[in-house]
């Protein structure tokens, strides 16, 4: 399969250990499901080499064609291949698992012409851990190796070896079948959904659609959402001043004009407010601390915000007890990174002090 080829020359990447900038609020390698159900082998093949020069920068998890595949962590589906049979899961925070050769044969047969994706999988689809997302296969250069599932993990667009978390990962005996509970589908099972929860009742948020009811927990979550989730929370006066020319017509504007006019909201550069630009990690600390007068800290909670304007706010934030920063492995905050709606449930929760 052509395309295939050429999306993994593209994707060679420098494999390392995971950084210390994986996020504790989302992605855990370490957590992951075992992505195929029934009788399996696999090795440490990561880094060998392959035709054309590469290397292989995946875990080959060999398998009888049309053992079930699952994710292995909830994620939004990040893009599938067009022609059969691959597919990504962006699970937030730069992370990112493929999943390569899914079959493409009618059972029995060796025609190449079945689609081994499961039904309702389509770019946009959110996905959990354990769900079923298509079967083993040998699609592409696999018919030449064996039916199996070529599965990788990227952090940060870097390939990190599979093998270690593949060997722990639990195994399931069959694909989990999701039983929706609480206000939205798409957050079950989500470590954010109680603090999700308490913004529904507090009437924070709205989620992000409403046939079905979704919250969107896996999307990054915008600076013109945040100026009403803060409006909403704080009940702000409105505003008869029109702060931003670049608003006009969001459904944000009146929220945008109401923090703009408390004092607390500020725009992405001198003219503009940005509304549909995704949040950042320390904007976030600086619109949560003048929205709720966290009190300043005089200790110096991180190492990568030095010199960064708003470290003040950063730190304020960390002695609130709202952030524990990015890292497990590093007194981080990861400042300029993106925030997804799910993260920001529990920032704004604690931040209220639910």
Request: glycine fraction near 10%.
């Amino acid at each position: 399969m052509a395309s295939l080829t050429t999306l993994v020359l593209l994707a060679s990447f420098i494999a390392q250990p995971v950084p210390a900038s994986a996020q504790t609020d989302g992605f855990d390698p370490s957590q992951i499901a075992f992505p195929v159900i029934g009788t399996v082998s696999f090795i440490d093949d990561f880094y060998q080499a392959r035709s054309g020069g590469r290397t292989h920068e995946a875990t080959d998890i060999m398998g009888a064609k049309m053992l079930p595949v699952v994710a292995a962590a909830d994620g939004v589906v990040r893009w599938i291949g067009s022609s059969c049979c691959y597919l990504s899961i962006d699970h937030g925070g730069g992370w990112e698992t493929w999943y390569i050769h899914l079959n493409n044969d009618t059972p029995g047969t060796d025609d190449g012409q079945a689609w081994g994706i499961a039904p309702g999988i389509e770019r946009g689809t959110q996905v959990y851990k354990g769900q079923l997302i298509g079967w083993v296969g040998d699609s592409g250069n696999a018919e030449w190796t064996g039916s199996h599932l070529h599965f990788q993990i990227f952090h940060n667009d870097v390939a990190l070896n599979p093998y270690t978390y593949l060997l722990s990962a639990p195994r399931l005996t069959a694909a989990l079948a999701r039983v929706y509970t609480g206000t939205f589908s798409d957050d079950d099972g989500s470590v954010h959904e109680v603090d999700i929860e308490k913004l529904v009742v507090t009437g924070v948020t709205r989620g992000c659609s409403t046939e079905p009811m979704r919250y969107c927990p896996q999307g990054s979550i915008t600076r013109g959402q945040m100026a009403a989730f803060i409006n909403r929370a704080l009940s702000l006066q409105p505003s008869a001043q029109d702060w931003f020319a670049d608003d006009d017509g969001s459904e944000f504007e009146e929220d945008i004009n109401a923090v703009m006019s408390s004092g607390i909201g500020f725009g992405c550069d001198e003219s503009n407010y940005c509304s549909d630009r995704p949040l950042l990690r320390e904007e976030m600390a600086t619109l949560l601390v003048r929205a709720f007068g966290l009190a300043p800290s005089d200790i110096d909670w991180f190492s990568d915000d030095d010199s960064n304007p708003r470290e003040s706010d950063i730190n304020a934030l960390a002695a609130a007890g709202v952030t524990l920063g990015c890292s497990t492995d590093a007194a981080l905050y990861c400042p300029t990174e993106t925030v997804t709606r799910a993260q920001m449930a529990s920032f704004f929760s604690r931040a209220m002090g639910l």
